[in-house]
């Protein structure tokens, strides 16, 4: 019982998280981007085109939901039922809060539209960035470049940033309600280049920081005690390896630990408070899959 209290304790606050990700990347697009008309890429950018394309008619939300719900059902029959529902839960929340903030936020918190580029790509970037670490993804244009991928030998990295290229130049044709300057439509596609720029810098800085452990060797001539500290009162595993000081000659032990990074200081309290003599060592590891870590996906 207590098991599957814990267990699902581990999922509502995945889902907490994947929610908390996704209102931070929708409050970005509906407070910064999409009053001052301007694309971020990926779907949302093709759904804010076709809102002032439409004379503010068909709400981002909208055409967002059906653009994904047309994206999966194509892939589904393309790549086969590789989309949790994580994904799925992604696309319905992130649809609802663009259509709920849109409602409520009519004018841009900021004037200044350079400063609202560079805050709403940090933003939308931290929110996807929490919500992939978490399992999972807003879709979008994620799924063309898998089925493209599929039968082409192209990065699907590169695919993506082609495809955002290409939506954020199309920003052109919503430019300003007043203006037929050409060049100030061109500096609001500049400034979706530079939300594209920040906002995939800061996914790829909040995802790999998500994902970073540590590895630690620990040799101590009190090695049980650090390890029943580590194993008892850290909840995290200990393997000992047998090793040799070629220095001294003596038999010793060598305890390795991997942890979260965040458990990292936990760790070094525990060893020094066992043992003052200990030598340790660490290391940042990325990927480490398997019990009290991440899910390996086929």
Same mark, same amino acid.
């Given at each position: 019982m207590k098991v599957t209290r814990d267990k699902f304790a581990r999922e509502a606050r995945v889902y907490l998280l994947i929610t908390f990700g996704l209102l931070i990347y929708t409050f970005a697009v509906t407070a910064f981007l999409a009053p001052h008309r301007m694309v971020g890429g990926g779907?949302? +950018?093709?759904?804010?085109?076709?809102?002032?394309?439409? +004379?503010?008619?068909?709400?981002?939300?909208?055409?967002?939901?059906?653009?994904?719900?047309?994206?999966?059902?194509?892939?589904?029959?393309?790549?086969?039922? &590789?989309?949790?529902?994580?994904?799925?839960?992604?696309?319905?929340?992130?649809?609802?809060?663009?259509?709920?903030?849109?409602?409520?936020?009519?004018?841009?918190?900021?004037?200044?539209k350079f400063m609202c580029a560079v805050l709403s790509g940090i933003m939308c970037g931290a929110g996807i960035g929490i919500s992939l670490a978490n399992g999972g993804s807003t879709a979008g244009t994620d799924i063309v470049a898998m089925m493209i991928n599929k039968y082409r030998n192209i990065s699907p990295g590169k695919i993506i940033m082609y495809i955002d290229v290409f939506i954020i130049g199309c920003s052109y044709f919503i430019g300003e309600n007043t203006a037929v300057d050409p060049t100030a439509k061109i500096a609001t596609i500049i400034?979706?280049?530079?939300?594209?720029?920040?906002?995939?810098?800061?996914?790829?800085?909040?995802?790999? +920081?998500?994902?970073?452990?540590?590895?630690?060797?620990?040799?101590?001539?009190?090695?049980?005690?650090?390890?029943?500290?580590?194993?008892?009162?850290?909840? &995290?595993?200990?393997?000992?390896?047998?090793?040799?000081?070629?220095?001294? +000659?003596?038999? &010793?032990?060598?305890?390795?630990?991997?942890? &979260?990074?965040?458990?990292?200081?936990?760790?070094?309290?525990?060893?020094?408070?066992?043992?003052?003599?200990?030598f340790l060592t660490m290391n940042t590891v990325m990927g480490v899959y398997g019990r009290g870590f991440d899910t390996l996906r086929t």
């Open positions: 779907v949302t +950018g093709i759904s804010t085109i076709i809102y002032f394309l439409s +004379g503010e008619v068909i709400p981002i939300g909208y055409s967002y939901f059906v653009i994904n719900f047309l994206l999966v059902a194509i892939a589904i029959k393309v790549l086969g039922p &590789r989309f949790g529902f994580k994904t799925i839960y992604a696309i319905f929340m992130s649809s609802f809060l663009l259509s709920l903030l849109q409602n409520l936020i009519h004018e841009p918190l900021l004037e200044d400034y979706g280049y530079v939300v594209m720029g920040v906002n995939s810098y800061t996914i790829d800085l909040v995802f790999t +920081g998500q994902m970073q452990s540590v590895q630690f060797f620990i040799f101590s001539l009190k090695y049980k005690e650090v390890a029943d500290l580590i194993t008892h009162d850290l909840k &995290r595993g200990v393997t000992v390896v047998d090793c040799q000081g070629w220095y001294t +000659g003596e038999a &010793r032990k060598m305890l390795i630990v991997v942890a &979260r990074k965040s458990e990292m200081q936990n760790i070094m309290r525990v060893t020094k408070l066992a043992d003052p003599d200990a």
